[in-house]
């Protein structure tokens, strides 16, 4: 009996020092100002290589999301906009896929690679916050945070800002520091460069300016050369598209306001409601597994101690108080004025601006004076992370299967559009020898198939003053085209007359499109087709 009791009290002490030798491996790694950096890009890269996998997995039965596809068609062709956004989600797709291929995958592992892009320079706004250990501690929090893994599965102009917008809290606080010229031309280079995502970046913009102001070394600040410098690099940086912005009839500010302009303060209020409520259940996820990492011991051990154990109200030199500071204010503006914003100026807001706006939520919190991030918790919340990610992967295939068998009629989820096209490619290729050149309807049906076409045709919205400017109604009667118009849309009459007066001798077809996977049956799908061949050339003289 004596033997037997030893030998489990001995097997325990054992995993007990393997797990502190582990623990103490990674806090060295974590915090060493040689491998640091190398040790947070290697967990960025691991992050999403293996989120790209579940993310594979998890979306096998289902076409990419439309934003997935029009920044693809954007990307097609260069411009310095494209009617509803500044070019750089576009560029950056159109770089991407002149490297990967045109699959799906590649679409998961574009988003992963902005979201590790996002850790790496999170981890570095961290580190001029708090030190080593605290700032690896953000990036698995963020790591935890859904937008940074299955919500960060769509590519797009608000996913790329979390690539685009920490870089200008990072410019940001080494110019606050600094105050030099020179890092003022990089804040502005850094605005800049945001801007060229979205203009919902000047929200944080805005929360950076207005902490500038706010904070008590302010005057250091103005006085120096750095924000002026700034302001100047920013403007003439952004010449180019302002000049396109003239040209085009600030086609994006009409796009936005015939697309979010509401006047009803009732649904306005209702939208913020979850706007709000969407934005605090997602960081709800991180700072609870951030929380039982840190709290762990304690629940284990003593429970009474739960609230008390990692808290002190000593000096505490692992954050810089000043920096901290900023980020506290830059955080709470962004996350106070979208909202109240949109209740005065009567905004469609949707859930989805909120993605870029919380990334500085997990180093605010760690960066609390009082709180106290022991060795123990950064190996904890690494095993969470572990443990979540590997689940995930394993179980994402029948999650995935389970979700098609209970909603087999989705249309907007599990609609075929990538059959459609290869269907659509097929039926012009049989009336035409050229390439299939113009794809016209509305944005939501078009754009899968400009990315799903082994042709690639460029999109054609007749009718919105916001067209991607990728083609021209003469264009598409010159080369000919194929209209694609879903039966039950209320604008297809228009788009009809649009059809009878361009292309009254187009072929008018039903197609109707079906997949299955894994042996179950998604929605058959019927789509009102126009075939217009491109007109044949006049007889030279």
């Given at each position: 009996?004596?033997?037997?009791?030893?030998?489990?009290?001995?097997?325990?002490?054992?995993?007990?020092?393997?797990?502190?030798r582990?623990?103490?491996?990674?806090?060295a790694?974590?915090?060493?100002?040689?491998?640091?950096l190398w040790?947070?890009?290697?967990?960025?890269?691991?992050?999403?290589?293996?989120?790209?996998?579940?993310?594979?997995?998890?979306?096998?039965?289902?076409?990419?999301?439309?934003?997935?596809?029009?920044?693809?068609?954007?990307?097609?062709?260069?411009?310095?906009?494209?009617?509803?956004?500044?070019?750089?989600?576009g560029?950056?797709?159109?770089?991407?896929f002149?490297?990967?291929p045109?699959?799906?995958?590649?679409?998961?592992?574009?988003?992963?690679?902005?979201?590790?892009?996002?850790?790496?320079?999170?981890?570095?706004?961290?580190?001029?916050?708090?030190?080593?250990?605290?700032?690896?501690?953000?990036?698995?929090?963020?790591?935890?945070y859904?937008?940074?893994?299955?919500?960060?599965?769509?590519?797009?102009?608000?996913?790329?800002?979390l690539?685009?917008?920490?870089?200008v809290?990072?410019?940001?606080?080494?110019?606050?520091e600094?105050?030099?010229?020179?890092?003022?031309?990089w804040?502005?280079?850094?605005?800049?460069?945001?801007?060229?995502?979205?203009?919902?970046?000047l929200?944080?913009?805005?929360?950076i300016?207005?902490?500038?102001?706010?904070?008590p070394?302010?005057?250091?600040?103005?006085?120096?050369p750095?924000?002026?410098?700034?302001?100047?690099t920013?403007?003439?940086?952004?010449?180019?598209?302002?000049?396109?912005?003239?040209?085009?009839h600030?086609?994006?500010?009409?796009?936005?306001?015939?697309?979010?302009?509401?006047?009803?303060?009732?649904?306005?209020?209702?939208?913020?409601?979850?706007?709000?409520?969407?934005?605090?259940?997602?960081?709800?996820?991180?700072?609870?597994?951030?929380?039982?990492?840190?709290?762990w011991?304690?629940?284990?051990?003593?429970?009474?101690?739960?609230?008390?154990?990692?808290?002190?109200?000593?000096?505490?030199?692992?954050?810089?108080?000043?920096?901290?500071?900023?980020?506290?204010?830059?955080?709470?503006?962004?996350?106070?004025?979208?909202?109240?914003?949109?209740?005065?100026?009567?905004?469609?807001?949707?859930?989805?601006?909120?993605?870029?706006?919380?990334?500085?939520?997990?180093?605010?919190?760690?960066?609390?004076?009082?709180?106290?991030i022991?060795?123990?918790?950064l190996?904890?919340?690494?095993?969470?992370?572990l443990?979540?990610?590997?689940?995930?992967?394993?179980?994402?295939?029948?999650?995935?299967?389970?979700?098609?068998?209970?909603?087999?009629?989705?249309?907007?989820?599990?609609?075929?559009?990538a059959e459609?096209?290869?269907?659509?490619?097929?039926?012009?290729?049989?009336?035409?020898?050229s390439?299939?050149?113009?794809?016209?309807?509305?944005?939501?049906?078009?754009?899968?198939?400009?990315?799903?076409?082994?042709?690639?045709?460029?999109?054609?919205?007749?009718?919105?003053?916001?067209g991607?400017?990728?083609?021209?109604?003469?264009?598409?009667?010159?080369?000919?085209?194929?209209?694609?118009?879903?039966?039950?849309?209320?604008?297809?009459p228009?788009?009809?007359?649009?059809?009878?007066?361009?292309a009254?001798?187009?072929?008018?077809?039903?197609?109707?499109?079906?997949?299955?996977?894994?042996?179950?049956?998604?929605?058959?799908?019927?789509?009102?087709?126009?075939?217009?061949?491109?007109?044949?050339?006049?007889?030279?003289?």
């Amino acid at each position: 009996m004596a033997t037997a009791s030893i030998l489990p009290a001995a097997a325990r002490a054992k995993r007990k020092l393997s797990i502190s030798r582990l623990a103490a491996w990674l806090v060295a790694r974590a915090t060493d100002p040689v491998t640091g950096l190398w040790f947070v890009t290697g967990f960025a890269l691991a992050h999403a290589v293996l989120w790209t996998l579940i993310l594979v997995n998890l979306k096998s039965a289902q076409d990419i999301h439309m934003d997935v596809a029009e920044a693809f068609a954007w990307g097609q062709k260069f411009q310095l906009g494209y009617g509803k956004h500044p070019p750089l989600s576009g560029w950056v797709a159109g770089l991407w896929f002149r490297i990967f291929p045109v699959t799906d995958w590649a679409t998961y592992a574009l988003a992963m690679a902005v979201i590790a892009v996002s850790l790496v320079v999170c981890w570095l706004i961290a580190f001029r916050v708090v030190d080593r250990r605290r700032a690896f501690f953000v990036v698995v929090m963020l790591a935890l945070y859904p937008i940074f893994n299955f919500k960060g599965y769509k590519y797009n102009a608000d996913l790329l800002q979390l690539a685009t917008l920490p870089p200008v809290v990072l410019a940001y606080l080494y110019a606050f520091e600094k105050r030099t010229a020179i890092s003022g031309v990089w804040l502005g280079l850094a605005g800049a460069l945001a801007l060229m995502t979205k203009y919902w970046v000047l929200t944080m913009i805005g929360a950076i300016g207005l902490a500038a102001l706010i904070h008590p070394e302010r005057m250091r600040f103005l006085a120096s050369p750095a924000p002026w410098v700034a302001i100047a690099t920013l403007i003439v940086a952004m010449i180019p598209h302002i000049v396109w912005l003239s040209e085009s009839h600030f086609a994006p500010l009409t796009y936005a306001g015939d697309v979010y302009s509401i006047d009803n303060r009732a649904v306005s209020l209702f939208l913020v409601k979850g706007y709000v409520a969407h934005n605090i259940g997602l960081l709800a996820a991180c700072i609870l597994l951030a929380a039982l990492a840190l709290g762990w011991g304690a629940l284990v051990r003593r429970p009474s101690t739960l609230f008390t154990r990692n808290w002190s109200l000593g000096p505490n030199p692992g954050v810089n108080l000043s920096q901290a500071l900023n980020v506290w204010m830059i955080q709470i503006i962004v996350a106070i004025g979208p909202p109240l914003g949109a209740l005065f100026f009567e905004i469609y807001i949707k859930t989805d601006w909120g993605i870029s706006l919380f990334f500085l939520t997990p180093v605010a919190l760690v960066a609390i004076p009082w709180l106290r991030i022991p060795r123990m918790a950064l190996f904890r919340i690494c095993a969470i992370w572990l443990v979540i990610t590997i689940a995930m992967l394993f179980a994402s295939p029948t999650i995935a299967e389970r979700e098609l068998a209970a909603n087999p009629n989705s249309v907007a989820t599990y609609g075929a559009r990538a059959e459609l096209a290869r269907e659509l490619t097929e039926a012009w290729h049989r009336k035409a020898v050229s390439r299939w050149a113009v794809v016209a309807g509305t944005t939501e049906v078009i754009m899968p198939l400009v990315f799903y076409s082994p042709d690639h045709p460029a999109p054609f919205t007749p009718g919105e003053a916001w067209g991607a400017g990728l083609t021209n109604e003469a264009e598409a009667k010159r080369l000919g085209f194929i209209g694609v118009f879903d039966p039950n849309d209320g604008r297809l009459p228009a788009f009809e007359s649009w059809i009878d007066k361009n292309a009254p001798h187009a072929e008018r077809l039903i197609m109707t499109t079906r997949r299955f996977v894994h042996g179950h049956p998604g929605p058959a799908v019927s789509w009102k087709v126009y075939i217009a061949p491109p007109a044949p050339e006049a007889p030279k003289s």
